[in-house]
């Protein structure tokens, strides 16, 4: 084992659910807190940290597109996916209640995901870009006009008060983060290594080509050789306007003759193919 302390890149601050996270995930570790999904994602293509651990779907709100767009232009791995609870929580300074509450500020799913509460009650909402750094500044306004909606734990390390908890519409609000680690060896290889999952499932990214029928083709070829499809989105290529790529989780690996068969057919239909990674489904961190 490395003595040289594990460095766990994430977006956000302490408090943050993606600090949580690596915290289940990585306990021993020393957080890289960022202030981007794209920064976090670099810090360990450049060998800054050892790994990171970014959103990539809420059970509410779904996809987090800009994670997704990492995966398809860089060049890290997945090696492992888990599950989080996530209970929303209104925060707010000493003397705020809901009545004084006119404006909340969280990042744009933590508000989406609590669209009905916040409709329900009139709240202005203005979008930030993490749920700890929006009771961070909730705090340091020390306005009773202003609150922030984000986790029960922030509200202990920021000094406001839990107004209001699991505001979130879904009962079942969970969020998916992957760990991302680069594919060449490294120092404390090893270690990252050791969160490495029971390759159950694959993540795997394609571009079609430029013919009628080619996405079905694909499908069909992915369906033909046992493959089962569990997602299927797409996202629009950012430096080409109109054309997309597809996200898809399959159910089982690539790593066998059936999966190399399967690769090399897809290419009649595909222009870009790319294997992201490989993990375990429902595997949860804490309860």
């Known amino acids: 084992m490395s003595e040289q ?11 943050s659910f993606a600090a949580m996270a690596v915290g289940g995930i990585f306990p ?3 957080k890289v807190s960022c202030r981007t999904f794209k920064e976090a994602y670099d810090s360990v293509a ?4 050892d ?4 959103p990539i779907e809420n059970s509410y709100a779904g996809e987090v597109g800009q994670v997704s767009d990492l995966m398809f232009h860089g060049g890290l791995e997945v090696i492992g996916v888990f599950e989080l609870s996530i209970s929303q929580c209104l ?3 000493e003397g705020s209640s809901v009545e004084t509450i006119k404006t909340v500020i969280s990042h744009p799913q933590a508000l989406e995901q609590c669209g009905e509460y916040i409709a329900h009650h009139g709240f202005e909402t203005i979008p930030y870009e993490n749920t700890a750094r929006a009771a961070k500044e909730v705090s340091d306004r020390a306005d009773v006009t202003v609150g922030a909606i984000a986790s029960s734990e922030t509200a202990k390390l920021y000094g406001l008060n839990l107004i209001q908890y699991d505001i979130n519409e879904s009962s079942q609000n969970v969020t998916r983060f992957a760990v991302f680690a680069r594919k060449d060896g490294s120092s404390a290889e090893d270690d990252v290594q050791k969160v490495r999952q029971d390759p159950k499932n694959t993540i795997l990214i394609f571009t079609i080509r430029d013919f009628a029928g080619a996405l079905a083709r694909a499908i ?5 050789h046992n493959y089962n499809m569990r997602v299927i989105r797409s996202r629009p290529v950012k430096d080409v306007n109109w054309q997309y790529y597809f996200y898809t989780e399959i159910e089982g690996v690539l790593d066998s003759e059936e999966g190399w068969r399967m690769l090399e057919q897809l290419k009649t239909a595909c222009e870009k193919i790319k294997v992201i990674g490989t993990y375990k489904p429902d595997e949860r961190i804490g309860k």
């Open 5 to 15: 302390k594990l460095k766990i890149a994430y977006s956000g601050i302490e408090g």
């Open 220 to 224: 069909s070829i992915i369906g033909k």
């Open 28 to 30: 021993d570790a020393e």
């Open 51 to 54: 790994a990171a651990v970014l």
């Open 91 to 93: 925060l707010g300074v």
């Open 46 to 49: 450049k060998s800054l940290a």
